[in-house]
Protein backbone atom coordinates (compact mmCIF):
# COMPACT_ATOMS: atom_id res chain seq x y z
CA UNK A 1 0.00 0.00 0.00
CA UNK A 2 1.42 3.74 -1.10
CA UNK A 3 1.34 5.93 1.94
CA UNK A 4 -0.30 8.87 -0.21
CA UNK A 5 -3.12 8.80 -2.65
CA UNK A 6 -5.91 6.58 -3.18
CA UNK A 7 -6.58 3.83 -0.75
CA UNK A 8 -9.96 2.28 -2.42
CA UNK A 9 -13.23 2.84 -3.26
CA UNK A 10 -15.97 2.11 -0.25
CA UNK A 11 -19.68 1.46 -0.90
CA UNK A 12 -22.56 1.64 1.82
CA UNK A 13 -25.25 -1.23 1.99
CA UNK A 14 -28.52 -0.78 4.45
CA UNK A 15 -28.65 -4.47 4.92
CA UNK A 16 -26.83 -7.47 5.40
CA UNK A 17 -29.05 -9.20 2.56
CA UNK A 18 -27.88 -6.28 -0.22
CA UNK A 19 -24.07 -6.53 0.89
CA UNK A 20 -24.21 -10.33 0.52
CA UNK A 21 -25.78 -9.64 -3.14
CA UNK A 22 -23.29 -7.32 -3.69
CA UNK A 23 -20.11 -9.17 -2.53
CA UNK A 24 -21.47 -11.93 -4.82
CA UNK A 25 -21.27 -9.36 -7.67
CA UNK A 26 -17.97 -8.00 -6.79
CA UNK A 27 -16.32 -11.67 -6.61
CA UNK A 28 -18.02 -12.98 -9.81
CA UNK A 29 -16.54 -9.43 -11.32
CA UNK A 30 -12.68 -11.09 -10.48
CA UNK A 31 -12.22 -8.31 -7.80
CA UNK A 32 -9.72 -10.10 -5.38
CA UNK A 33 -8.33 -7.65 -2.48
CA UNK A 34 -12.05 -6.41 -1.27
CA UNK A 35 -12.58 -6.18 2.71
CA UNK A 36 -16.32 -6.31 4.68
CA UNK A 37 -16.91 -4.41 7.46
CA UNK A 38 -20.07 -4.99 9.45
CA UNK A 39 -21.16 -4.53 12.95
CA UNK A 40 -22.26 -7.92 13.13
CA UNK A 41 -20.62 -11.50 12.13
CA UNK A 42 -22.51 -12.38 8.68
CA UNK A 43 -21.87 -16.17 8.54
CA UNK A 44 -22.30 -16.47 4.64
CA UNK A 45 -19.61 -13.59 4.08
CA UNK A 46 -17.14 -15.80 5.32
CA UNK A 47 -17.66 -18.07 2.91
CA UNK A 48 -17.89 -15.31 0.18
CA UNK A 49 -14.74 -13.53 1.38
CA UNK A 50 -12.82 -16.27 3.44
CA UNK A 51 -10.65 -14.98 6.03
CA UNK A 52 -6.86 -15.23 5.82
CA UNK A 53 -5.11 -16.37 9.11
CA UNK A 54 -1.44 -16.55 8.67
CA UNK A 55 -1.00 -17.03 12.28
CA UNK A 56 -1.25 -20.72 12.73
CA UNK A 57 1.85 -21.80 10.44
CA UNK A 58 3.69 -18.12 12.13
CA UNK A 59 3.43 -19.88 15.54
CA UNK A 60 4.55 -23.50 14.35
CA UNK A 61 7.25 -22.22 12.50
CA UNK A 62 8.20 -20.07 15.92
CA UNK A 63 7.72 -23.19 18.18
CA UNK A 64 10.31 -25.27 15.40
CA UNK A 65 12.92 -22.66 15.53
CA UNK A 66 12.86 -22.47 19.26
CA UNK A 67 13.15 -26.64 19.54
CA UNK A 68 15.79 -26.32 17.33
CA UNK A 69 17.55 -23.45 19.32
CA UNK A 70 17.17 -25.86 22.48
CA UNK A 71 18.37 -29.31 21.04
CA UNK A 72 20.82 -27.22 19.68
CA UNK A 73 22.32 -25.52 22.13
CA UNK A 74 22.09 -28.25 25.20
CA UNK A 75 24.14 -30.49 22.82
CA UNK A 76 26.79 -28.05 22.15
CA UNK A 77 26.81 -27.06 25.79
CA UNK A 78 26.52 -30.55 27.31
CA UNK A 79 28.50 -32.74 24.47
CA UNK A 80 31.19 -29.78 23.01
CA UNK A 81 31.66 -26.78 25.12
CA UNK A 82 32.11 -28.10 29.16
CA UNK A 83 31.43 -31.96 28.66
CA UNK A 84 30.81 -33.16 32.80
CA UNK A 85 30.68 -37.11 32.78
CA UNK A 86 28.43 -37.71 35.68
CA UNK A 87 27.94 -40.98 37.10
CA UNK A 88 28.81 -42.88 34.00
CA UNK A 89 25.83 -40.94 31.81
CA UNK A 90 26.84 -40.43 27.95
CA UNK A 91 27.37 -36.68 26.82
CA UNK A 92 24.95 -36.61 24.61
CA UNK A 93 21.82 -37.84 26.70
CA UNK A 94 18.69 -36.42 25.34
CA UNK A 95 15.86 -37.20 28.25
CA UNK A 96 17.19 -34.12 30.13
CA UNK A 97 17.23 -32.16 26.99
CA UNK A 98 13.35 -32.44 27.25
CA UNK A 99 12.10 -29.81 29.66
CA UNK A 100 14.28 -26.93 28.40
CA UNK A 101 13.55 -28.17 24.61
CA UNK A 102 9.41 -27.77 25.74
CA UNK A 103 10.29 -24.21 27.40
CA UNK A 104 12.21 -22.61 24.66
CA UNK A 105 9.39 -23.56 22.03
CA UNK A 106 6.74 -22.35 24.30
CA UNK A 107 8.81 -19.31 24.14
CA UNK A 108 9.60 -18.79 20.76
CA UNK A 109 5.50 -19.79 19.73
CA UNK A 110 4.27 -17.49 22.18
CA UNK A 111 6.85 -14.75 21.05
CA UNK A 112 6.26 -15.56 17.16
CA UNK A 113 2.17 -15.35 17.72
CA UNK A 114 2.32 -12.65 19.60
CA UNK A 115 4.52 -10.09 16.87
CA UNK A 116 3.21 -12.37 14.07
CA UNK A 117 -0.72 -10.95 14.92
CA UNK A 118 0.63 -7.25 14.99
CA UNK A 119 2.79 -7.48 11.58
CA UNK A 120 -0.19 -9.27 10.03
CA UNK A 121 -2.94 -6.36 11.78
CA UNK A 122 -0.68 -3.58 10.22
CA UNK A 123 0.42 -2.47 13.70
CA UNK A 124 1.48 0.13 14.86
CA UNK A 125 -1.01 2.01 12.43
CA UNK A 126 -2.55 4.85 14.83
CA UNK A 127 -4.45 5.75 11.46
CA UNK A 128 -6.66 3.50 9.37
CA UNK A 129 -7.47 5.30 5.89
CA UNK A 130 -11.81 4.60 5.74
CA UNK A 131 -11.59 7.01 9.22
CA UNK A 132 -11.53 9.61 6.78
CA UNK A 133 -15.01 8.67 5.51
CA UNK A 134 -17.25 10.22 7.98
CA UNK A 135 -19.84 7.64 7.28
CA UNK A 136 -17.54 4.84 7.96
CA UNK A 137 -18.15 5.58 12.23
CA UNK A 138 -21.77 3.57 11.41
CA UNK A 139 -20.64 0.56 10.60
CA UNK A 140 -19.96 -0.59 14.20
CA UNK A 141 -23.48 0.13 14.45
CA UNK A 142 -25.79 -0.22 12.16
CA UNK A 143 -24.46 0.12 8.61
CA UNK A 144 -22.61 -2.29 6.12
CA UNK A 145 -19.29 -1.47 4.11
CA UNK A 146 -17.18 -3.09 0.72
CA UNK A 147 -14.18 -1.88 0.19
CA UNK A 148 -12.29 -2.84 -2.96
CA UNK A 149 -8.44 -1.79 -2.67
CA UNK A 150 -6.97 0.21 -5.20
CA UNK A 151 -4.07 -2.66 -5.06
CA UNK A 152 -6.13 -4.90 -6.88
CA UNK A 153 -5.10 -5.59 -10.29
CA UNK A 154 -8.82 -4.65 -11.20
CA UNK A 155 -9.13 -1.75 -10.42
CA UNK A 156 -9.64 1.63 -12.04
CA UNK A 157 -10.91 4.44 -9.92
CA UNK A 158 -14.02 5.32 -12.41
CA UNK A 159 -15.03 2.00 -13.67
CA UNK A 160 -14.73 0.58 -10.18
CA UNK A 161 -17.05 3.54 -8.93
CA UNK A 162 -19.55 2.69 -11.69
CA UNK A 163 -19.98 -0.65 -11.00
CA UNK A 164 -20.00 -0.32 -7.22
CA UNK A 165 -22.90 2.52 -8.08
CA UNK A 166 -24.84 -0.77 -10.33
CA UNK A 167 -24.86 -2.42 -6.80
CA UNK A 168 -27.23 0.00 -5.41
CA UNK A 169 -25.44 0.88 -2.62
CA UNK A 170 -26.47 4.02 -0.67
CA UNK A 171 -23.50 5.98 -1.33
CA UNK A 172 -19.98 5.42 -3.24
CA UNK A 173 -17.02 6.96 -2.30
CA UNK A 174 -13.01 7.14 -3.11
CA UNK A 175 -10.71 6.88 0.41
CA UNK A 176 -7.62 8.60 0.47
CA UNK A 177 -4.79 7.29 2.07
Excluded at 87 to 115: D, H, K, N, Q
Amino acid sequence: MNEFGTYGMVAEFDDPTALLEAAHAIKREGYRKIEAYTPYSIKDLEEIIPGRNLVPPIVLIGGLIGSATAWTMEYYIAAIDYPINVGGRPLYSWPMFIPILFELTVLFAGVSAFFGTLGLCGFPRPHFPLFNLPEFSQATSSRFFLCIEKRDPLYDSEMTASFLRGLNPTGVWEVEN
